[in-house]
């Protein structure tokens, strides 16, 4: 049983600088972590203690939500296999779970809530992650549970070690540097990739905005931006482990560097230098305002033939009221002036958008408003909300929609985008796509084109991770279908051969990558026993 003491470790987070040392360096130090036991039973707690040695358990994994939180996931999972932990893909046989939340959707937390209640009725042990308890820490359904916050994450050996002999963790401090917020955790930790060809980087964490419906802004905070010589080294450092494409996430990629006097394009272009040819980068999502006064650098650079000409734009709603209500910092005008820009310098550009439908006060005629943007533009990928009231926001306050109306217009939103094709044009057209993992239903190839688009290839072991010549000959309505083009050879842009599924980031021997002192070599410096699992499964909804 988890100790009474929620707090066994103290926050320290104000004195730890961003070169603080790695997982593997603090190995050595934990015998020094001393957690305050219960008053009573305090003999059976020790021996309890003693009993266990840490780094021996299998843990199993459960991530929620986005790009960030999977990153966060792969870091969380990496440091855990190189301390010596089996990360399994059955529950069943695990001794502790650890569960990676999201808090933007109520079935999202509704899903961990049960987690952890199904965790406990089979008796294991368990950490907590994310948003939730990062925004939440004392919801009574994570009472005695051990929490590591999503900055964090490079302490997760120390708060798992302690979680797997009874004692309750806590760490939720913000990462600063001379006073300054950090963005996170060190970008080159050990990580195990859920797809070994994608690499997911974030490069800020936290945004500008306070939209009154967000409940992430609680848990990720103010904008706090990674420097960019240390995204240009993890992105140097993944193409020199075999990846073949870069994910940029954050919470506004928009808004990157505005915290420590840069700005995105900057980073782009710096990325860009060390992307091979036939391995392509994807932009995150930006939110409107903090994109419009780089629109001129931003369709240059997804014009860029190693940059998918992709890029997702949450709109919300086409209501100005609507967008006031909700504090989101422009208006419809402002959306349709970056959507329509890029189309006209970036022909064939894909914009994929964000819509809730139902926030509090909105009306009939601002929902029209809402169906009529959506049938000019005719998103190819649109991502279609109903709204829900969030605990400890303003919208929550706010006077809300019944549930039936809500439920109306989201059926016939979705009706409305299913209603068009946006493929069907490009039946007969060669394309260039980089594959880069298996369809649902293990048919297909998964590929994407230049502007990012969906295309399914036949499963030859030949394709994977290779960029591919395609004839397309059938179009659904979120994806194509190629033929591979006769005399035409996969071409790679792999400069290394791809890690193995489940194999650790970070951890090859030492001189083999061209980055600051690997976490490889931190182990050998440290004497660290370091064991790798091959066999990771994630999973994330």
Known sequence: ????????????????????????????????????SRKKNVEHEELQADSLIPGTQKIWMKTWGCSHNNSDGEYMAGQLAASGYKITDDPIEADLWLLNSCTVKNPAEDHFRNSIKKAQEQQKKVVVAGCVPQAQPRMDYLKGLSIIGVQQIDRVVEVVDEAVKGHSVRLLGQKKDGGRRLGGARLDLPKIRKNPLIEIISINTGCLNACTYCKTKHARGD?????????????????????????????????????????????????????????MLRLGMTNPPYILEHLEEMAKILSHPRVYAFLHVPVQ???????????????????????DFLKERVPGVTIATDIICGFPGETEEDFQ???????????????????????????????????????????????????????????????QVLVTEESFDGQYYVAHNKFYEQVLVPKRAEFKGKMVEVDIYEAGKHFMKGGPVEDSQPFTPSIAVPLQKGEVSGLTQPGQLNCPLSSAQHAHKHHVNVSVSAHVIFHSD
């Not at 104000?14 to 957690?35: E, G, H, L, Y």
């Not at 482990?241 to 995105?264: F, H, K, N, P, Q």
């Open 1 to 36: 049983m988890p100790s009474a003491c929620d707090s066994a470790i103290e926050d320290i987070e104000d004195m730890v600088s961003f070169n603080d040392p790695t997982p593997q360096d603090r190995q050595s130090a934990r015998k020094r972590i001393i957690p305050r």
């Open 223 to 279: 904008l706090a931006s990674y420097p960019i010589e240390e995204l240009v080294e993890r992105t140097r450092q993944s193409f020199q482990e075999g990846v073949c494409e870069i994910w940029l996430t954050s919470e506004d990629t928009g808004a990157y560097g505005r915290d420590i006097g840069t700005d995105l394009p900057t980073l782009l272009w710096r990325l860009v230098e060390e992307i091979p040819e036939g391995a």
């Open 317 to 339: 709603s086409a209501s100005d009221s609507v967008l006031m209500d909700m504090k989101r910092e422009y208006c419809v005008g402002d959306f349709k002036r970056v959507v």
């Open 369 to 431: 408003e809402t169906l009529d943007l959506v049938k000019l533009y005719q998103f190819p990928s649109l991502f279609i909300n109903q709204f829900y009231p969030r605990p400890g926001t303003p919208a929550a306050k706010m006077e809300q929609i019944p549930a039936h109306i809500k439920k109306q217009r989201t059926k016939e939103l979705s009706q409305l985008f299913h209603s068009y094709h946006p493929y069907d044009h490009k039946v007969g057209e060669r394309q």
